[in-house]
């Protein structure tokens, strides 16, 4: 049987062909191209594309009759983006008070223009794995995307991290005796935990997220600190596994990185301080890795002068060498790594992450593919989107320059095509 998830991703992509099936037939003309399969990029080729899928890729298309012909002939063609650790509801600035005195409408509201930014930033499909709102606003925004009542990028939500009392997604800077519901989810013990689990899929939720330990952002934790019971982490994933979803954790600190791990949970967002034997585990399981680099670098570089609380980026900085020894070493072994941004900085920086991720290790082209045919599979959509080729969903982005010599191009998203359709133009173009 269909889970409620492959409805839904099949509702996304319908509406998409849908929007580009009322678009005429176009031939996008690359000055080079980066397919997300070969290992290199492929000089002049061009992309044909009819009802918002791939026709053809190869030199020298004719276009047909009538057809709109980009000249992208400057540029490096790519797969849409993705990014697999996406906030939508949260932005620049806020800060605990935010959270509080929003309504879940205006959240919705606030997501959607996010989303849409990430959108024009190249990005075509985003996880959004909880983010602050009592209610279920993210998964309003993907609803009402999919149905194409807005632009925007295809998203898959968990709705809420579901954390422990006094974890990262509590609020333990609020005064005791004040009576509010935090806007997350907040549950102790293994009964406590399904029941959270039920409600989260009740609502719509795609996957299920957890924090395994505690945080940087959070006041009052350790991020070393594993917590949720090795029972709790279990009635999690078999809540989870038994309708159809899939679990992935908010871990720091390598200990609770590798509970989750062998209760079974699907991914690991940040292991900042990942150790070998977690990425024996994770390797041996195939479990991806989101490592949200950039996070950490903007708490400490921008964080006093973005109101961020001292505490937090003293946090930070006591991570950053740890961090970047860990991931180091993560990327050398082999773990799938996937892109996440975490975006609790302007939107549109995100793209930042990519040269964060060369700086500890990748290749530009591995970088490239973390967020592409990598944060595909993550999702179960590598059959439809992730690469350039001949019958997948036209998801299309491009950049000036050559961003396998330069990685920082991928910060310049200069065209958008999603489902066929172009979102943002980014040169000449003609019928």
């Not at 800077?173 to 935090?182: F, H, P």
């Not at 899929?201 to 350790?222: E, N, P, R, Y």
């Not at 979803?245 to 301080?273: P, S």
């Not at 989107?385 to 969903?393: I, N, S």
Request: net charge neutral; with cysteine.
């Amino acid at each position: 049987m269909r889970t409620l998830t492959s409805l839904w991703i099949g509702l996304g992509l319908a509406a998409g062909a849908s929007a580009a099936g009322a678009q005429p037939a176009t031939v996008v003309r690359c000055g080079r191209l980066i397919d997300g399969r070969a290992d290199e990029a492929s000089a002049a080729v061009d992309v044909q594309v009819a009802g918002g899928r791939i026709a053809a890729v190869r030199k020298g298309v004719a276009a047909p009759p009538g057809a709109r012909v980009i000249d992208l002939a400057g540029a490096t063609c790519l797969p849409g983006f993705m990014d697999l650790h996406a906030h939508i509801l949260i932005n620049p600035g806020d800060v605990l008070a935010d959270s509080m005195r929003k309504s879940s409408a205006r959240k919705a509201l606030e997501g959607l223009r996010n989303a849409q930014v990430r959108l024009q930033n190249g990005f075509t499909t985003l996880r959004d794995p909880g983010d602050e709102d009592l209610y279920y606003s993210p998964i309003e925004v993907r609803d009402a995307i999919a149905r194409g009542d807005f632009e925007g990028p295809r998203l898959f939500v968990a709705p809420h991290m579901i954390s422990s009392t006094g974890g990262h997604g509590d609020f333990n800077d609020l005064a005791a005796d004040l009576a509010l519901q935090v806007p997350n989810v907040v549950v102790d013990g293994p009964d406590a935990m399904r029941k959270a689990v039920r409600e989260e899929i009740k609502h719509g939720a795609d996957w299920i997220k957890l924090a395994a330990t505690g945080g940087v952002m959070s006041a009052a934790d350790d991020p070393r600190a594993q917590s949720f019971t090795d029972e709790e982490f279990r009635a999690a994933v078999d809540e989870a596994h038994r309708q159809g979803r899939k679990v992935t954790v908010h871990a720091i600190g390598a200990g609770g990185l590798k509970a989750a791990l062998r209760a079974g949970v699907d991914g690991i967002e940040h292991g900042a301080l990942i150790d070998d034997e977690a990425i024996a585990m994770m390797k041996e399981r195939n479990v991806p890795l989101v490592p949200t680099i950039y996070v950490l670098d903007y708490i400490i570089e921008e964080g006093e002068r973005r109101g961020i609380p001292a505490d937090r980026i003293a946090k930070a900085k006591s991570l950053q060498a740890e961090r970047d020894r860990c991931l180091r070493a993560a990327f050398a072994s082999g773990v799938t790594i996937a892109f996440g941004s975490d975006t609790i900085f302007p939107h549109e920086t995100a793209n930042r992450e990519f040269a964060r991720m060369v700086r500890l290790g990748l290749s530009p082209m591995a970088a490239i593919r973390t967020a592409t045919i990598n944060a595909a599979r993550v999702l179960g959509i590598d059959k439809d989107l992730g690469t350039v080729e001949a019958g997948k969903r036209a998801d299309i982005v491009a950049v000036p320059g050559d961003p396998l010599a330069d990685v920082t191009a991928l910060e310049s998203v200069s065209f958008v095509m999603k489902d066929g359709r172009v979102v943002k133009p980014g040169a000449d173009s003609r019928r």
